[in-house]
């Protein structure tokens, strides 16, 4: 068959350990046999991102803002042992809160939902979607060590150098401080962003802070959220026969463990990737959950929510067989590929991101699998396939559905 045409690049952002191996295998057996693959790429594995001072991950956020659609692989986040392992000039920040600044959108993460895997929470029979904020919080926190005794105080310096302190903590010891920040205006972008998507999906809209004890720092999301709703989505709302309500983070965590789905939870940054772990495991797995960042000025950075797989990456360097689950990343490249298409008004590349989905679920529904789906599915004719033969299995699939 003739293969599908690009006319606009979409941005490649290449990842690390397990994830980054599927990375070349989707693209080796499901993609380049099908698509004239148009990309602009960025390896962003660890080892590149140490040898260029961390540019290539700002490089690419300013791609994508070129461009408007990225896609992009599971990374590494470096800790102590990271810094040892990897021979790091310093403790490089997360890429994802560094793509996420700066492109200032909002995170969608929703389940992929397939016969035979139940959720372990028998009562949610709708998909539950987390709308996780992308700027700031501990993702943009300064920290530091307190050696000794002392005062540590919150300082703000006006243009005019007028200073408002704020006191800390009065230290008799060592101890820990961390500085967290966010901008009105990206809490406002935040807001529209889920206001906007609960509209195209038509589903009721949540959101949760804890302001009763965050009297200024969490109050001040509620307060813009409840400001924008009244003045510019009320009606829109109404209309729609939607409903959003705010509440404390954890009595939206029991609502939640109660309720059905079939809604979207809007969450603070840190919030949101506990929550979206949460609900993805509780769906079924962690690698069977979409997600996209959507930034208010139109650009889409499509990803996996899961990590980069760090005990299967082992297995493999020593030669030993691994059933790792590639669905989130290949519909990151779907979620991708879709959106260029809707762009650029090529239907066909959006009928090929619609089809290879397809053939994910159903190779799955006719019983072959990844360990980690063997293990829960209910499914009584089942298969537990390798990394290598799950992803020849889509193919096979997919052929037969072009």
Not at 41 to 48: A, C, N, P, R, S
Not at 111 to 128: A, D, L, M, R
Not at 248 to 260: C, F, G, Q, T, Y
Not at 371 to 396: H, P, Q, V, W
Request: hydrophobic share 40%; with cysteine.
């Amino acid at each position: 068959m003739e293969k599908i045409r690009m006319t606009t690049p979409l941005v490649e952002m290449d990842g690390d350990e397990m994830t980054r191996v599927l990375w070349k295998l989707i693209k080796d057996e499901l993609l380049l046999p099908f698509v004239d693959l148009k990309t602009e790429y960025y390896d962003l594995g660890l080892e590149h991102r140490n040898e260029t001072n961390d540019q290539v991950t700002a490089d690419s956020a300013e791609a994508t803002k070129k461009y408007g659609v990225a896609v992009k692989c599971a990374t590494i986040t470096p800790n102590a042992a990271r810094m040892t392992e990897y021979d790091l000039k310093q403790m490089w920040k997360s890429p994802n809160g560094t793509i996420r600044a700066m492109l200032d959108g909002t995170v969608f993460r929703a389940p992929i939902i397939v016969k035979g895997v139940e959720p372990y929470v028998k009562n949610w029979t709708k998909p539950i979607t987390i709308a996780r904020h992308a700027y700031g919080d501990v993702y943009k926190a300064t920290e530091m060590k307190i050696p000794a005794a002392g005062k540590a105080e919150l300082v703000y310096t006006n243009e005019a150098g007028e200073e408002q302190r704020e006191l800390i903590h009065e230290f008799d010891g060592a101890g820990i401080i961390q500085g967290m920040h966010n901008l009105e205006g990206s809490i406002e972008s935040f807001a529209r962003s889920c206001f906007n998507y609960a509209l195209d999906t038509r589903q009721d809209l949540w959101f949760a802070t804890k302001d009763t004890i965050s009297k200024k720092y969490d109050h001040t999301f509620k307060d813009i959220f409840a400001e924008i709703f009244e003045k510019e989505y009320q009606e829109k709302f109404d209309a729609a026969g939607i409903e959003y309500f705010y509440t404390l983070i954890d009595d939206a965590v029991a609502r939640v463990m109660r309720s059905e789905g079939g809604y979207i939870w809007a969450c603070k940054n840190y919030d949101g990737d506990v929550m979206s772990d949460m609900v993805a495991t509780a769906f079924g797995s962690l690698s069977m959950m979409t997600s996209v960042l959507v930034s208010p000025q139109g650009y889409f950075e499509y990803e996996a929510a899961h990590g980069t797989v760090q005990r299967h990456y082992y297995k493999y360097l020593k030669g030993e067989e691994t059933s790792t689950n590639p669905i989130a990343t290949i519909f990151a490249w779907t979620g991708a590929l879709r959106k260029r298409g809707e762009l650029d008004h090529l239907q066909e590349l959006q009928e090929f991101a619609d089809k290879l989905e397809k053939a994910c679920i159903d190779t799955i529904e006719n019983g072959e699998m990844t360990g980690d789906l063997y293990l829960i599915s209910t499914l009584e004719n089942k298969k537990k396939l390798n990394t290598e033969e799950f992803i020849r299995a889509i193919r096979n699939t997919l052929v037969s559905l072009l």
